[in-house]
């Protein structure tokens, strides 16, 4: 599923790797594979695992079904099911703040992990922005479909405009998109720059952006980075125990106060940014340029690790 072929230059790439920041048995340090007391056992994982792509399956074939119903009533049933799905590869999760309740949404968050898209259905369904390639995952891309999401070719920067286009589409007709401007999966424990361009939209359309931060506990177990494949990712998952998603939704951005979109994705970036009083705040890490961005390139990083390993190729995967 996760290839190896170059990106292109002007794709932001974040230093996180699997060997780095995930609970490989090639990474140092803690985590669930070193500590028994964060294990789940085998007949428990086994079951969290049938139980929770289960769920997806029963989406597939729900879906086609699920769209034919209003607006509101669909959405209930998005908010249940992505829960359900959730709750059954035995992720506990948190919710924090008050979503809003009707009108259209320019919803963007941090990137740590394959769980953040349902966790932010759970809360806030919305048509998601995915790289091409998802459309082409086993059961998923067919459930990413059926569900209005759009779809991002990243070869092709051209095409960028024309999705933004679409995406000011979508929320001046009064819907909601979701979007994850670092433009790449970082580990948690650091985070990087949101890109500019999705923010357009919203001021195209004249709607609030709705920021969200996203934290793991333990981080290792949840990030999704590199070339680590969907599978291991999935078993990492399922074999942790006490594994915890907290969801916070800060209070939303009117985009007419800004003067244009790189202002709008500061503000956002900050709004993410802004530590609580538990978890505390991320470093910020700045991301390869992406087309007339400013080119930094992204410096050694300083993950959780105790003995830092030389690093491996960047993340490849847009996110979704």
Not at 100 to 105: D, E, M
Not at 277 to 285: A, H, K, L, M, Q
Request: charged share 20%.
């Amino acid at each position: 599923m996760n290839g190896t072929t170059a990106l292109p230059p002007w794709f932001p790439t974040a230093p996180c790797t699997p060997g780095r920041c995930t609970a490989h048995p090639d990474a140092t340090g803690p985590g669930p594979d070193s500590d028994p007391e964060l294990r789940a056992g085998l007949p428990r994982a086994v079951v969290r695992l049938v139980a929770g792509t289960g769920g997806v399956l029963l989406g597939v074939l729900l879906a086609p079904a699920a769209a034919l119903l209003p607006p509101a009533a669909r959405f209930a049933l998005v908010r249940l099911w992505t829960r359900t799905v959730v709750r059954a590869f035995g992720v506990r999760v948190r919710y924090g703040g008050n979503p809003v309740a009707t009108g259209p949404l320019l919803v963007v968050a941090n990137h740590v992990s394959w769980l953040d898209v349902p966790l932010l259905a759970a809360v806030l369904p919305a048509r998601a922005v995915a790289k091409a390639e998802v459309r082409r995952w086993p059961v998923l891309g067919v459930l990413a479909a059926l569900g209005g999401t759009l779809f991002i070719d990243r070869d092709r920067l051209r095409a960028l405009p024309g999705t933004v286009r679409v995406m000011s589409g979508i929320l001046a007709g009064g819907g909601r998109v979701a979007v994850f401007p670092e433009g790449s999966t970082w580990c948690g424990r650091e985070r990087g720059r949101f890109r500019p361009a999705a923010f357009q939209a919203a001021l195209d359309a004249g709607c609030a952006v709705q920021p969200v931060r996203i934290d793991y506990r333990p981080h290792d177990t949840a990030a999704y980075v590199g070339d680590d494949p969907l599978g291991a990712s999935l078993w990492r998952v399922v074999t942790t125990r006490r594994l915890t998603a907290e969801v916070r939704l800060a209070d939303p951005l009117p985009s007419g106060r800004y003067p244009d979109r790189r202002a709008l994705a500061a503000a956002a970036e900050r709004a993410v940014a802004r530590p609580d009083r538990r978890t505390g705040s991320p470093r910020i890490v700045p991301q390869r340029a992406v087309a007339s961005d400013s080119a930094n390139l992204s410096p050694s990083s300083v993950h959780q690790r105790a003995r830092p390993r030389p690093a491996a190729a960047s993340s490849s995967r847009t996110p979704s």
